[in-house]
């Protein structure tokens, strides 16, 4: 069965930090563009990182020079690490993956099951 298996979520305090992990199986994703994006309540969904099967990384400007993305091919495993967390950055957090596109918000090969990031003041 080919997933994405997220971890890492939780509660943190403003200032915070977190690391979000995202693990394929059933496929290698060295192949892939990987990434996340973030929906909140009544909001509507943000593209927040991503990196390219070339390497290139996307990060929105809310989270520019806060979050850092990367991967581990030799584990199949993408991460996010998130420092100095801001209540606005609570959301439930998917990672996604895709050939060819980026914009996990619109659509993606494979999504994770989610993660709630909670941060508060």
């Known amino acids: 069965e080919m997933q994405l298996v997220e971890s890492g979520g939780g509660s943190v305090q403003a200032g915070g930090s977190l690391r979000l992990s995202c693990t394929a199986s059933?496929?290698?994703?060295?192949?892939?563009?990987m990434g996340w994006y973030r929906q909140a309540p009544g909001n509507e969904c943000e593209l927040v990182s991503t990196?390219?099967?070339?390497?290139?990384?996307y990060y929105a400007d809310s989270v520019k020079g806060r979050f850092t993305i990367s991967q581990d091919n030799a584990k199949n495993t993408a991460y996010l690490q998130m420092n100095s967390l801001k209540p606005d950055d609570t959301a439930v957090y998917y990672c996604?993956?895709?050939?060819?596109?980026?914009?996990?918000?619109?659509?993606?090969?494979?999504w994770g099951q989610g993660t709630q990031v909670t941060v508060s003041s």
């Open positions: 059933g496929f290698t994703f060295d192949d892939f563009n």
């Open positions: 996604a993956a895709a050939k060819g596109s980026t914009d996990f918000c619109a659509w993606a090969h494979y």
């Open positions: 990196i390219s099967s070339d390497g290139s990384t």
